[in-house]
């Protein structure tokens, strides 16, 4: 059998096959239609339909799937080494949280980049901070000095502590966090130069408590197989053009908002701003928290009692997180 296909009203009919490679008029719409033998029309739909699908997919490449709007464990990655936050579907949701509160954004892809050593660092810091805190305060006391080198006498620390501080200042040297790097066993010293490029200066001035909390939660949530969606080091652009920085903020299961404020050092007079931030976002005070390094758990209960926002400390807020999501 034989094919009249109309391109112009889509009529469609089998003829006997000795009418192929004829031209007839279409009964329907009366225009010129060519007569093709069976094979040759499948042919032609097939390569049509290929086209289109192959089309199709390179779309679907550069338009994140629906399903994709929020991280999940579903595709294991390697939460230190991927670029999969800067993904607009990831953070999408979170922009669409704040925009729901004609609220708009402004995302900076590289604070959730983890291709780089900025999260292990932090992370590494962050679980030891007992023992790294003596470091970490040369180091930004040097800093901010406007000198260069660093030496740590670390005799009269155990064994153990030796063995973690050294490690941890030998993988700032490796991850070129500081310029040179030098261990004298018999002295028990390490001089250290330090790095004066900006961002290395920022992450030791603060930032890599940013990096801690957020990476943190990245490995909880994930952990935990539950939907979220990120943000880390963002401003917000409310519509009377006021503007705040937020360090870390989490929306998961889909709905309810984490806020986080990480501070290592004064903190107290940024109480009351915000408190006023809190309930300009309508967000429940248990999920806003504001973090702040060395504070104790005691500190930490009386100053929740005493004002508008949740106090935390480093230890202890992925505790406070996981309790709001039994």
């Given at each position: ?10 009529y ?12 007839v ?9 060519p ?16 086209a289109?699908?192959a089309k199709?997919?390179?779309?679907q490449?550069?338009v ?5 709007n929020?991280t ?25 949280w704040?925009?729901s509160?004609k609220i ?15 999260d ?21 006391k ?11 006498n ?11 501080i ?13 310029a040179?790097?030098?261990y ?54 409310f519509?009377n ?31 009351d701003?915000?408190?006023k ?5 309508a ?21 929740t009692s005493?004002?508008?926002?949740t ?7 992925i505790?406070?997180i ?5």
């Amino acid at each position: 059998m034989a094919i009249i296909r109309c391109n112009n009203c889509s009529y469609l009919r089998e003829v006997p096959n000795e009418y192929a490679g004829k031209t007839v008029k279409c009964p329907t719409c009366e225009q010129g239609v060519p007569i093709h033998d069976t094979l040759t029309f499948v042919r032609s739909v097939l390569e049509k339909y290929s086209a289109l699908l192959a089309k199709h997919r390179e779309i679907q490449k550069l338009v994140p799937s629906n399903t994709a709007n929020e991280t999940t464990k579903n595709a294991e990655i390697d939460l230190h080494n991927t670029t999969a936050m800067t993904n607009i579907g990831q953070y999408k949701p979170v922009a669409q949280w704040f925009e729901s509160k004609k609220i708009q954004i402004d995302v900076d892809l590289q604070a959730l980049d983890t291709q780089g050593f900025f999260d292990e660092v932090a992370v590494e810091l962050g679980a030891n901070y007992d023992v790294l805190q003596d470091v970490l305060d040369r180091i930004k006391k040097t800093q901010k000095s406007g000198y260069t080198s660093v030496v740590l006498n670390i005799g009269k620390n155990s064994q153990k502590e030796m063995q973690l501080i050294t490690g941890f200042c030998k993988r700032l040297y490796e991850y070129s966090f500081v310029a040179k790097y030098f261990y004298n066993k018999n002295e028990k010293r390490i001089y250290l130069t330090l790095q004066t490029a900006p961002a290395i200066v920022n992450f030791f001035n603060g930032e890599w408590l940013e990096w801690f909390v957020f990476m943190r939660l990245l490995k909880f949530f994930y952990e935990k197989n539950d939907l979220f969606s990120c943000l880390r080091s963002f401003t917000i652009n409310f519509a009377n053009e006021d503007k705040q920085e937020i360090d870390v903020f989490f929306l998961f299961k889909s709905r309810i908002p984490l806020f986080i404020e990480c501070k290592s050092g004064e903190f107290r007079s940024m109480i009351d701003k915000y408190s006023k931030l809190r309930q300009r976002l309508a967000i429940d005070k248990e999920y806003f928290l504001l973090l702040v390094l060395g504070l104790s758990d005691e500190q930490a209960r009386g100053l929740t009692s005493m004002y508008g926002v949740t106090f935390v400390n480093e230890k202890n807020f992925i505790d406070h997180i996981s309790a709001l999501l039994h």
